[in-house]
Nanobody, 123 residues
């Protein structure tokens, strides 16, 4: 049984930082592209970042480029999202996901999803 467990969310002030983690089990982690998506209140879920199974390349949404960094540790079956210079508009539930695809911006290509972790940024 595949499980993705998201953690690391919380409440911070604007300009602060958080690091999200996603621990995977039940799959050959090193074969999967891993992505982060988010759903803000009243909005649809959107792509945030992704990383190929080898660690490269990575991709980011324009809204987070230069502030967020995605990384992975295949030995620990874990993917991370380091979020710096957080803004109130980053407030959302963040989800990690796993895919066997080269088109990692498309949600429909992801096979497995975490339960989500809440990030709240206050001004």
């Amino acid at each position: 049984q595949v499980q993705l467990v998201d953690s690391g969310g919380g409440s911070v002030q604007a300009g602060g930082s958080l690091r999200l983690s996603c621990a995977a089990s039940g799959l050959l982690f090193g074969l999967y592209t891993m992505g982060w998506f988010r759903r803000a209140p009243g909005k649809e879920r959107e792509f945030v970042a992704a990383i190929r199974y080898s660690g490269s390349p990575t991709a980011y949404a324009d809204s987070v480029k230069g502030r967020f960094t995605i990384s992975r540790d295949n030995a620990k079956n874990t993917v991370y999202l380091q979020m710096n210079s957080l803004k109130p508009e980053d407030t959302a539930v963040y989800y990690c996901a796993a895919a066997r695809t080269i088109d990692f911006r498309t949600q429909g290509n992801y096979d497995y999803w975490g339960q989500g972790t809440q990030v709240t940024v206050s001004s």
